[in-house]
């Protein structure tokens, strides 16, 4: 019996030479094992480029991107201090290894240090800290009256790590066994890896976003500049930054990591005055907990398609 032909990606291009920039970054991923979703758009000609943009993926800790600018707004709006003090206890906040996550002993932090802390070192216990004051619900119906379709906000961060443990145990190379078995089946047994359960976002929806955010065409223009600014602070520079590190160029972005998603978006803007927003959403076909060459193809396929679109 023949083997099932390979799956082509539905490609996104506006013309030929972008479709070639595609086509290259989809076998770049297929070779090292990964799958997932990837959309670059110029912010201010609209032209863009990628493949599966509409396929709806688990996010991760991209999703503190508009949990963040909903924060943001009600603090603009005057619905929400953000010097109110709100104290985490490491006995029952959300785990993580950076900022209070890795706290051992309870901090009072103000509303907008948490947002700081969420979006420049992806501060699990800062996430759902401010989800308890912006519930996912809120989130979800403030991006639904916004006009924000393809992004879905149902549950803490915390419930990531619940799920997971509750299918494998402490046994994290087992859940990652689990998450790419189920991947493939479709049939997932860690209920936060399910697109139906998740928090999820298509490459579309979320190049959308950051676009409305940069051009201040979404929320109040006082969160949206602060949106801008916590994610140009983002310390992680290993993915879309990696291959991008120039005087002349500025990258903002959020990355998000669980088992075996490894995810970025963000906006690429140079002196020049181009802005490109990127979506990469990957999901690798192999247990590993550091895949630095995965990372690197994120960077590799965000400069490609940056210099195929500035202008």
Request: aromatic share 4%; hydrophobic share 45%; net charge negative.
């Amino acid at each position: 019996m023949s083997a099932a032909p390979a799956r082509r990606p539905a490609y996104v291009a506006d013309h030929g030479a972008l479709l070639d920039v595609a086509e290259a970054i989809a076998a770049d991923w297929t070779a090292l094992g990964v799958r997932g979703s990837f959309l670059a758009r110029n912010i201010d000609t609209g032209e863009q480029l990628g493949f599966d943009a509409d396929e709806a993926v688990p996010l991760a800790s991209v999703v503190k991107v508009p949990l963040a600018l909903v924060v943001l707004d009600e603090i603009a709006a005057g619905e929400l201090d953000p010097a109110r003090p709100v104290t985490v206890d490491p006995a029952t906040s959300s785990v993580g290894p950076t900022g209070l996550a890795a706290f051992r002993y309870p901090a009072t932090v103000a509303v907008a240090d948490l947002a700081h802390l969420m979006l420049t070192v992806s501060d699990n216990a800062a996430g759902d800290a401010l989800f308890d004051l912006v519930p996912p619900a809120d989130v979800e119906a403030r991006l639904d009256a916004w006009g924000c379709t393809g992004i879905r906000v149902r549950h803490r961060f915390d419930h990531m790590y619940r799920c997971a443990a509750g299918a494998a145990g402490n046994d994290f190379s087992l859940a990652q066994e689990l998450a790419i078995r189920d991947d493939r089946s479709g049939r997932h047994t860690i209920e936060t890896l399910d697109p139906a359960h998740a928090n999820t976002g298509t490459a579309t929806a979320l190049v959308g976003l950051l676009q409305r955010v940069w051009r201040d065409d979404i929320a109040r223009p006082a969160a949206t500049a602060q949106l801008r600014r916590l994610m140009g602070m983002q310390v992680f520079t290993h993915r879309l930054a990696s291959e991008l590190r120039a005087d002349t160029l500025k990258v903002s972005g959020k990355t998000g990591t669980f088992l075996h998603l490894r995810h970025e978006i963000g906006v690429v803007e140079a002196e020049s005055g181009d802005r490109v927003a990127v979506a990469a959403l990957t999901r690798a076909d192999r247990r590993a907990g550091l895949a630095p060459d995965i990372d690197l193809a994120i960077g590799v396929g965000a400069r490609q398609a940056f210099e195929a679109l500035r202008r």
